[in-house]
């Protein structure tokens, strides 16, 4: 199985996809938001195996 490789978005690209929505922020707005969007992945991701792992046993 082939390795999954972890593609970040820079806070560059972040400002750049939020302007073209209307959203005007700073790189380090935008830093902040992509650190919180990682914790919030991270925590979802855990509790869908914890879920999985629930309806196993």
Known sequence: MEALEK???SPQ???????????????????KILEFLEKLANIVVSQ????????VL
């Open 7 to 9: 593609e970040r978005v």
């Open 13 to 31: 690209k972040a400002v750049e996809v939020l302007s073209r929505e209307g959203l005007e922020v700073t790189e380090i707005q935008a830093k």
């Open 48 to 55: 869908c195996l914890k879920d999985l792992k629930d309806d």
